[in-house]
């Protein structure tokens, strides 16, 4: 049970972790093009914490954020990825344009996002117990990938 798409079924499991008197890290992502950038911020999202919840867009999700030519790689290849990443424990996919239903149901003791995002831009931060912001320490992005792909590999006219 690494890939789950059910509010409830997240619900119960988290209740079964708290009485573990695990702590409880979250944090999401479209993760479409898996790349080290990804590796490295779920390793230090992971050290925050015992057990790391990963909320990842559906493909729906993601074409509503980032338009119809994405995700590059399908939901269910970015779930059975990030799933066997040994830092990853669970992957939770959601439909909504935002994560905060799911963490409304987790109350993570740690919610991670990029340094990038504004400490008041991070949905959800009222329902964690702490905001942690982590620095990226590769500048690499799927959209970047993307644009190196183009540049090397489709012809220019004149």
């Known amino acids: 049970m690494k890939v789950l798409k059910d509010l409830k079924e997240l619900e119960a499991k988290v209740k079964t ?53 994405r995700p590059i790689v399908s939901e269910e290849m970015r779930a059975k990825l990030l799933s066997s990443l040994r830092v990853v424990d669970l992957v939770f996919i959601f439909d909504q344009e935002t994560p905060l239903d799911v963490i409304k149901v987790v109350r993570p003791d740690v919610l991670v996002k990029g340094a990038d995002w504004p400490l008041e831009k991070i949905v959800g931060k009222e329902f964690a117990l702490k905001v942690e912001r982590i620095p990226f320490k590769f500048n690499i992005s799927t959209t970047k990938i993307v644009e190196r792909i183009v540049s090397l590999y489709c012809e220019r006219s004149p």
């Open 17 to 69: 972790l708290r009485e573990k008197g695990l702590k409880i890290v979250f944090t999401n992502g479209c993760f479409d093009i898996l790349h080290a950038g990804h590796a490295d911020y779920l390793e230090r999202a992971k050290s925050f914490g015992d057990f790391l919840i990963v909320g990842m867009n559906s493909d729906s999700s993601i074409k509503k954020i980032k338009g119809e030519k």
